[in-house]
């Protein structure tokens, strides 16, 4: 059924493969614009997600400094405890009550190397045993201070 007074061939905008360029490059646009803006987006957490590990690194880092001035090993222990605590969580991206021995252990083969895992592990036991042994008046505590400050520096690689 033509209709009377439209002649088709005049005017082919519509017909063809011209026709379906005209109808879809609208939506081709807005594809290739949605695909930019997601790289541009991912390109940019991505940098936010290296300048924060960057920052609780340093941030552990100062705190250990700042460990070195104390004279009260009690306070050192416990401050100790919680810049590896915090460091960990900020590194893992949880909260600092979900880091244990247990979620390090899982996080062997995949996020951490077995090495690192040990020496986590041995802080943990040394400050454990310090703070519930009795031993903390006549303990020095350098050499934890020296392992943590090695778990953080080994994680910037």
Do not use: C
């Amino acid at each position: 059924t033509d209709k009377i007074g439209v002649d088709r061939s005049s005017d082919p905008l519509f017909s063809g493969w011209q026709g379906a360029v005209l109808i879809f490059s609208p939506i081709m646009l807005g594809l290739f614009l949605g695909l930019g803006v997601r790289i541009k987006n991912q390109k940019l957490e991505s940098i936010n997600t290296k300048k924060l590990s960057t920052q609780h690194r340093l941030e552990a880092m100062a705190g250990i400094s700042k460990l070195r001035e104390e004279n009260n090993n009690t306070d050192k222990l416990s401050e100790l405890t919680r810049l590896l605590i915090r460091f960990l969580a900020s590194e893992f991206k949880v909260n600092n009550g979900e880091i244990s021995r247990d979620f390090l252990k899982n996080r062997v083969p995949d996020e951490i190397s077995e090495e690192i895992f040990e020496k986590i592990i041995y802080v943990f036991n040394e400050l454990d045993s310090m703070k519930y042994g009795g031993s903390i008046d006549n303990s020095d505590v350098r050499h934890l201070k020296d392992e943590v400050e090695d778990i953080v520096k080994s994680f910037e690689e």
